[in-house]
């Protein structure tokens, strides 16, 4: 994974945060990105004196500063704004950019049911994310089936986090990542054409949590071998 800072584009919202919090914790050094960089800045100060991360590991930033200093970014933005981001985002990308995107095309971005997804043109959020970033960017698909409850405290997670991605440097980073979470596992989900299953999977999810009246509902895919599911 590149050595540099992890900007998390949408860092100031539950998920995007919760990621950050439990990645600071681990030591990354994180960006948080926001169209506000004054509510960026207070984000990152309150996650850092969470963690008590070394001063200046964990900061705030304009979305295209974050971008600009990252080799990894997280992107964890509501669908409804997901195409106009990164359209507005394009030029700020550098060429050798790794993009995670957990975004999830929820029906609730449009008046209707978050136990419900939307149809995407291109098939997935994800997708829709590699037709709108610059050629040679490296797109995967993870993380939309965590709990940004979770997140937000410091118990371990146990469940899986399934990467789709056509790109082997982006499957390693984002496998590096979850696996800095603890009680998490990384699993190879396959191609990228596959986020549009992972991204209906939270869909589920936010029903069982609905249903019986939890807010961790996660998954586990049972029957693999140790030793092959992180690869």
């Known amino acids: 994974m590149p050595s540099t800072e992890i900007a998390i584009v949408g860092g100031t919202g539950p998920l995007g945060s919760g990621l950050a919090l439990r990645w600071a914790r681990s030591g990354e050094r994180i960006v948080i990105g926001s169209r506000d960089a004054a509510r960026a800045t207070a984000a990152a100060a309150a996650i850092e004196k969470q963690t008590g991360a070394a001063a200046g590991n964990v900061r705030g930033a304009e979305n295209r500063e974050a971008l600009a200093a990252a080799g990894v970014v997280v992107l964890a933005v509501p669908f409804e704004g997901h195409a106009t981001l990164l359209k507005e985002l394009k030029p700020a990308f550098r060429p050798d950019t790794i993009l995670i995107d957990t975004t999830?095309?929820?029906?609730?971005?449009?008046?209707?049911?978050?136990?419900?997804t939307?149809?995407?043109w291109q098939g997935s959020a994800a997708e829709q994310a590699a037709e709108l970033v610059p050629e040679g960017i490296?797109?995967?698909?993870a993380f939309q089936n965590l709990s940004a409850g979770l997140l937000q405290g410091d118990a371990a997670l146990d469940c899986d986090v399934?990467?789709?991605t056509d790109d082997t440097r982006a499957r390693q980073a984002a496998t590096e990542l979850a696996g800095?979470?603890?009680g998490v596992?990384?699993?190879?989900?396959?191609?990228?054409?596959?986020?549009r299953i992972l991204e209906q999977i939270t869909a589920l999810l936010i029903?069982?949590?609905?249903?019986y009246r939890v807010h961790g509902a996660g998954v586990r895919i049972t029957?693999?071998?140790l030793e092959n599911s992180r690869q």
């Open 138 to 141: 490296a797109v995967a698909a």
């Open 185 to 195: 596992r990384a699993l190879d989900g396959g191609g990228l054409d596959h986020a």
């Open 223 to 225: 029957g693999l071998p």
């Open 180 to 182: 800095k979470l603890p």
């Open 162 to 164: 399934i990467i789709c």
């Open 207 to 211: 029903g069982f949590n609905l249903k």
């Open 118 to 120: 939307l149809g995407v």
């Open 104 to 116: 999830v095309p929820l029906a609730s971005s449009v008046g209707g049911r978050a136990t419900r």
